[in-house]
């Protein structure tokens, strides 16, 4: 960690091209311990495939799924959200910013915009009704929980006429402002209150928060 931690020549990178955790500290709510800690799991998770310094889909997937290797739409989606460059692998400076929206100070706009990138696949800044039974059935699957179709159907159901109030059959972002304001609880999976929890249950904690609500 020392070498880590060492001035570098440029400004705003550290040592092997690492981006230096004071810099990033400065650009999130993370402190430079938090950052440190960061670089440990993102190191972990960067060599368990391919040790080449950067988190690639399948080691992305390892980590979340813990060493089981299987392909989900959720994972999919969460790791299409870190890879900011769109370069299909993590690097350094982008994982701690992304999982920054996690933070406990992180702010609430920000949470929010996440979780609706979430649901809006395709970018076309709306959810789609398919989009959110794609999600379903995949944190269901991912929780090993069975559920009829019409069940499933019944929940999209509920949840369109609460949330889509122009009766247009999407939700834009207006509406799901709207929505989480009025459900403050729907944020609670997009906070991690310690340390601890982001290097030793991220981010696998989405999953089970997530499919205990729609347990409910």
Not at 33 to 51: H, Q, R, T
Not at 179 to 207: A, C, H, Q
Request: hydrophobic share 40%.
């Amino acid at each position: 960690m020392g070498c880590f931690m060492s001035v570098p020549k440029k400004p705003s990178h550290g040592r092997n091209g690492y981006e230096n955790p004071v810099v990033l500290a400065s650009q999130t709510a993370f402190t430079v311990s938090e950052v440190e800690a960061l670089f440990e799991l993102y190191k972990s998770i960067s060599s368990s495939v391919i040790d080449d310094g950067l988190i690639n889909k399948e080691e992305f997937q390892l980590a979340i799924f813990e060493n089981k290797k299987r392909d989900n739409l959720f994972a999919n989606r969460i790791f299409d959200l870190f890879d900011v460059k769109r370069k299909g692998v993590i690097d350094f400076g982008d994982f701690v910013r992304s999982l920054n929206v996690f933070h406990p100070n992180a702010s609430r706009e920000d949470k929010i915009n996440f979780t609706f990138s979430l649901y809006d696949m395709d970018g076309t800044g709306y959810i789609e009704r398919q989009e959110v039974k794609q999600m379903v059935i995949a944190i269901l699957l991912e929780s090993e929980t069975n559920l009829a179709d019409e069940v499933i159907e019944r929940i999209l159901d509920q949840t369109f006429l609460e949330v889509d109030v122009k009766r247009d059959g999407i939700i834009d972002r207006e509406e799901w402002l709207s929505y989480v304001t009025k459900n403050p609880s729907l944020l609670d999976i997009m906070t991690l209150p310690y340390l601890r929890e982001i290097t030793m249950t991220f981010p696998s904690f989405v999953f089970n928060s997530e499919v205990d609500e729609i347990s409910k």
